[in-house]
């Protein structure tokens, strides 16, 4: 699921590791694990162990819920590692969409170009932190 995330990066040098993508997973795998409980009931024969595996997974997706809004543990570095990638995915598509509206295109001109250089900006101060 982590990866997953990343599969909209315009360029493999954007790929950066941060916690945003952390959170958006927990929020991915914990609904995952309640239908796997749920229609693979066989699998899963202990009741009271389902509970806590339940129980478990709605913690996860709640911790990983308030940590993506109330932006836990992102500083000014994790920020941009964050960004990057979001970013990149913009790039990604407005290169890669069957556009045709001159108006779209000239906008995801305008997207492709600013966030290119805000990228660049990015990586940058990321470089200088380090």
Known sequence: MFLVMYTMI???AHFHFNLNNV????MMVAPMTLVMLVSMRAMFPSPQLNMIIGGGA??????GFIAMRTQAGIGNAEFLRAMIPHHSGAILMCEKASITDPEIVALCQGITKSQRAEIAQMEAILARQR
């Open 58 to 63: 709605v913690a996860v997706f709640i911790a």
């Open 23 to 26: 959170y958006m997973t927990m």
């Open 10 to 12: 315009a360029a493999l």
